[in-house]
């Protein structure tokens, strides 16, 4: 399929990139790693007159660490994210999760801002910033604001990021020595968005869990976060019961779509099924 | 050195049959030097893309080009008011009916051609499309082939509503199109009256898609000048297709030039005669400059040949030791909106009464009965000859239903059933003559390798563990295939017999170019045939050029689908080659002044029995033969061609395990280990049937387990692109592990039978044997596939099984 005539810009900066926005205006799109944006050109069920390449702009590449605060650029790439010796060793989780985004091809182009700004439920990266407790710096005309992930997903490809604002950076604070962390994802084959995927952090006090986060991908027209999974589990011992219950309770709020995955009874079993399997996972690696 | 290692030295470097020679062909396709049909440029060439109806049932009110052709780059727009003039808006099928090339009045699937717009560049050509305005009349659609002939469904093919028959014996219903039946009914009736075991399942083989890497397209090239019509099209069957065009165009068939070129997958797909090619052609005669059109993968999936949808009912009647005493298959066949089916003319259900598979069974009878629905057209295609998936999909299932109803193993239920080694040649109930074979030593074989036993024994102890969070299946597949057609007293397209041709041509220093009726798609021709004529003739592999899909070159053949290259062309090519080494060795007889009789063959030369010193090489006979130096009027050149009419189809086969392991919680389903042990008859080369074998069990997982062309009530597709259609990556295959056993092929120059299918046919019922047999002790003895995970944790979760 071919998309329809577009105007192609490609700035150099973000202060560029944000100018160029608000000349363009609505009929403007931030073309990222395109393996969402693209595919829904080619169907032309998205028709933008003006594509925005934020891949020339040096200053949203790149991973580091500032303080108790680790900063990801936001077109920073999926492989990149995955061949990161600062993620494996602080924030294995986003390594984890990176690895089950779509093929290898795929993850050479997609990029972690691009995942995060569709606002679309079934990208992995919501989940896992959810369970990390990010942040994301949105630059806009006025300058930077920045948001906590828990709350910043509205709805269906809806978010606070504003028509002229560019998500910059995310920031992860540093997770705590010794916590666990899992994404568990089932997905029909290579490629594939999620039926159902969890993501875990979790922090344990002797055999009691002293913290979990848990953000569910796919499960509802957003991220969702099991807060009510999440109280139940502090001060709790893992085991058969409390992992069924976490997953009882994660399974509770869950509202998914049915699709060629499967119905909304399946999917939301295997939310509960992902939560376990990854509460069960954390467990394995934290260390209290 | 020594005599022996002389021979062999002189052997190997023939590189002919039974050797593993890499293939010819990958030098150029892993350099990217491929040239497929989306590669060709012409000067002034135009592209056309099609509009596409959203609907599956609707009437055309009105279609208005006004926007499109002001489009930049649009050069014009082409419906069926535009063809009508040609005579080209309706084509006629191979299956006896008419199939509309642009949609006339109505369209009768989703995604159903309505216009061609053609542009200067592919981009504008698109444009053109989002601008062409089609007012159209929903129409309630048929979806489920179950409601086609209920009294008051709606009438689809308002065109033919008149016609009593589609050729194919009288119609009962306007959506009904042949009702085909074979055996004996009542005596198949009497023996299920009379035993003491019956069993019935109904047994889907859901509509699914080939999905060739490469889709369709052609450039079509009309040059007013001369009045030539060159077409480059993804084909498998480039004469007939020539054929077909002649017949449609009124084009003198030798002013027509049809070009394969590489190939990107076909496996049926590229048989069909598909309306884009027609109106491709008609543009470029109407513009005389060439037009290329090229699908996109939906336009593939939605609208090309699919395969299956054949809704079966299975049963069977036995003694109480599970020996079958009677066999009664049905299926209600899912056409889509035309009959487009292709198929020899004399089986419109293909080769569907095969499905007494590698059984002894008397008393047999079976019935298709065929019906239109609001979905594309097509059926056969998919890596099996004609419908043949079906047949043996159905018995393999149907011994493991009978195994579990006389409560033997499912090993054994096979030993007790098969044809014994000494009955063949075997017939069967429904006539057909199979070959050769030997499957109580080839299923031995398996079940030795895998040892059988003891995977019963763990499966027993799974199953007694209630704790055990997985399944354990075991699914055995001891399959008979039907392939090379065919004979042409009972094969033909279009009143053409299925025979198929050799060409060789021998030049002065040994050089080969031989050039062959069948088309490769991936196959591994230009090794495979380059071998045989290698060992026949004595002359290296490596200088045998082989040459396929340009009618101005080859000689005329069926081309390449049903397994029947090697059964078919292999063996005309066996047959050319032994013309050629007769007159080589006339030659020879002339040179050494011996008599004919004198002379023996030995690998590469003609040597005078008893006096080894006295020899001619094939490689000198090859010069002498372009001399006058020649036995008294023997014309020069070691040229031949052969057309080779099967005395009879090949039947390969095989005995396949399964072992899988499935997650109760999830579903998900996953191969520990597949045996496939293939016997193929004469093997000329085993890699590329270790290959094909790979490839062949690869779609047959991809069947089994995900794939499915998912619609909804009002006939829209819900699955037609990538995202959702499953073809298996390197991840999701298993690892395959093959065997053999030869038992040629009495009828066959070279003992072959043919590869490619088996795999597939043989496949696919093992996945599912062992899917249905890891829940065969809770007493489930059938479901459909695919075994996609959300399916089967849907009977995990009936059975209680994924409680914690």
Known sequence: ?288 | MSQTAELKEREQKLQGMGTSLLRKEDARFIRGQGSYVADIKMPGMLFGAIVRSPYAHARIKGIDKAKALACPGVVAVLTAADLKPVKLDWMPTVGGDVQAVLADQKVHFQYQDVAMVLATDRAAAYDGVALVEVDYEELPAIVDPKKALLKDAPVLREDIVDKKDLTHGPRTHPNHIFTWEAGDKAAADAAFKNAPITVREEILNPRVHPCPLETCGCVASFNKATGYLTLYVTTQIPHLFRTVLAMLSGIAESKIRVVGGDIGGGFGNKVPVYPGYVVATVASIVTGVPVKWIESRIDNISTTGFARDYHGVGELAADKDGRIKGLRFTALADHGAFNSHVSATKFPAGLFSICTGSYAIPNTYCRVDAVFTNKAPGGVAYRCSLRVTEAIYLIERMMDVLAQKVGVDKAEIRRRNFVKAEQFPYTTGFGWTLDSGNYHAALDKVLKAVDYEGLRREQAAKRADPKSPTLMGIGISTFTEIVGAGPTKVCDILGVGLFDSCEIRVHPTGGVIARLGTMTQGQGHSTTYAQIIATELGLPASDIVVEEGDTDKAPYGAGTWGSRSTPVSGAATAVAARKIKDKAKKIAAHLLEVAEGDLEWEIDRFKVKGNPSQFKTMKELCLVSHTGNLPAGMEQGLNAVAYYDPPNLTFPFGAYLCVVDIDKFTGEVKVRRFYALDDCGTRINPMIIDGQVHGGLTEAFAVAMGQQLPFDESGNHLGNSLMDYFLPTAVETPAWETDHTVTPCPHHPLGAKGVAESPHVGGIPCFSNAVIDAFAHLGVTHMDMPHSAYRVWQKCNALGLNKR
């Not at chain 1, 069920?45 to 303080?67: C, K, M, N, T, Y």
């Not at chain 1, 950076?169 to 969890?198: C, E, H, M, N």
């Open chain 1, 1 to 288: 399929m071919i998309p329809a005539a577009f105007d192609y810009h490609a700035p150099r900066s973000v202060a560029d990139a944000i100018k160029l926005l608000g000349q363009l205006g609505p009929e403007a799109k931030l073309l990222a790693g395109g393996h969402s944006l693209l595919p829904m050109m080619k169907l032309r069920f998205a028709q933008p007159a003006h594509l925005v390449d934020l891949g020339r702009i040096a200053e949203l590449r790149g991973i580091s660490q500032v303080g108790n605060e680790i900063r990801i650029g936001a077109m920073t790439t999926e492989h990149e994210l995955l061949s990161s010796k600062l993620l494996a060793e602080k924030a294995p989780l986003l390594v984890e999760g990176a690895g089950w985004i779509a093929d290898p091809q795929v993850r050479y182009k997609g990029t972690i801002g691009g995942d995060i700004s569709h606002g679309d439920p079934a990208n992995d990266h919501p989940a896992l910033m959810i369970a990390l407790d990010a942040s994301f710096v949105l630059t806009g005309p006025k300058g930077e604001r920045v948001v906590k992930a828990d709350g910043y997903f509205l709805g269906l490809y809806s978010t606070q990021l504003a028509a002229d604002e560019i998500l910059t950076q995310i920031r992860i604070p540093v997770p705590a020595a010794g916590s666990g962390w899992s994404y568990q994802k089932l997905k029909r084959k290579t490629g594939d968005f999620a039926t159902a995927a969890t993501a875990v952090m979790l922090q344990m006090k002797g055999k009691s869990v002293a913290k979990a986060a848990i953000g569910l991908t796919n499960a509802g027209p957003t991220v969702l976060k099991a807060r009510e999974a999440e109280a139940y589990l502090a001060g709790k011992e893992i085991n058969d019961a409390s992992l069924n219950e976490a997953a009882r309770l994660a399974m509770k709020i869950c509202n998914p779509t049915p699709d060629q995955r499967g119905d909304a009874d399946y999917k939301r079993a295997m939310c509960g099924e992902m939560t376990r399997r990854a509460l069960q996972a954390a467990h394995a690696r934290a260390k209290a």
